[in-house]
């Protein structure tokens, strides 16, 4: 219990059928008490985390929801309602491959991790207005921060929508005190899911400091415990938690405007 809020209040966390954030995060809740609904297009991969989740004792449901499309995501609350009775906490986490730099190519990443976010959303606050209210949390990326970068890297696509996330969190914060519906978001650096980490480790210490990668990694228990947080405190409304890997995790302050240096125009 954080700030007197129970984490067990029913959960539904999407792209968790893989074997990184999303898993760790639908365990974390059920570990927590709360029962979870378990979404993605992966069915497989999402039937073994709702089995991992049973196998220790939890309450889990698989639901499959393409949250790009609006009727799917609309059906996966209503699943988690009818399932278990509410729906307290919406996690969106779903993410699509990153695509490539052509603009093109950008629509996976924005449909899914920009406008599938915002689909669940809206109709997880209808529910929880049914509710008495509850929390959402958005799962964007230090990549939506920089202007420009002076090392390679990043997904356009990707990061135009994990910045549309930013921005959709911090205009929904009036929730809270209308609805009693909390949205925060949380910003992390590089995690060690299967990808960054063979890449992470595929470089000498020389090497990560020249391509501007990070010295060490974030783990998916550090993203699962600050999603936890973020979606339990009730103080916290309408923020923007950033974790650089190689950093202590920091909210941003609220109102600010977001440019730390200038140059003369």
């Known amino acids: 219990m954080v700030n007197g809020e129970s984490d067990a209040r029913p959960a539904i966390v999407t792209g968790a059928g893989g074997t990184g954030c999303g898993r760790a995060v639908a365990m974390r809740f059920a570990r927590a008490g709360a029962a979870v609904v378990v979404s993605d297009i992966n069915d497989e991969g999402a039937h073994e985390t ?33 399932t278990f009775g509410a729906v307290g906490v919406l996690v969106n986490n779903a993410s699509a491959p990153h695509g ?36 959402i949390v958005n799962i964007a990326s230090i990549s939506a921060l920089w202007h ?16 549309g996330m930013i921005r959709m969190t911090t205009r929904l914060a009036s929730l809270a005190e209308k609805d ?19 890449y ?40 923007v938690l950033v974790w650089w890997s190689e950093d202590a995790p920091r909210l941003i302050q609220w109102g600010d405007k977001g440019y730390r240096d200038w140059m003369e125009f």
């Open 200 to 239: 992470w480790e595929s470089l000498t210490p020389a090497e990560r400091v020249e391509r501007g990668v990070p010295s060490r990694l974030l783990s998916v228990d550090d993203i699962s415990e600050a999603v936890v947080r973020l979606a339990t405190d009730r103080s916290l409304a309408g923020r």
């Open 180 to 198: 009693g519906i909390r949205v925060n978001c949380l910003a992390p650096g590089w995690i060690a899911t299967d990808g960054p980490r063979q």
């Open 148 to 163: 420009g970068r002076k090392s390679p890297g990043g997904f356009p696509g990707y990061d135009v929508a994990k910045a």
């Open 100 to 135: 490539g730099e052509a603009i093109e190519e950008w629509m996976d990443s924005l449909e899914t991790d920009l406008l599938g976010a915002m689909y669940a959303t809206r109709w997880a606050i209808e529910a929880m207005r049914r509710g008495g209210g509850g929390a």
């Open 50 to 82: 709702a089995r991992l989740i049973q196998r220790d004792g939890g309450r889990a449901a698989f639901f499959h929801a393409d949250v790009r499309q609006e009727s799917q995501a609309r059906d996966l609350v209503s699943f988690a309602e009818k």
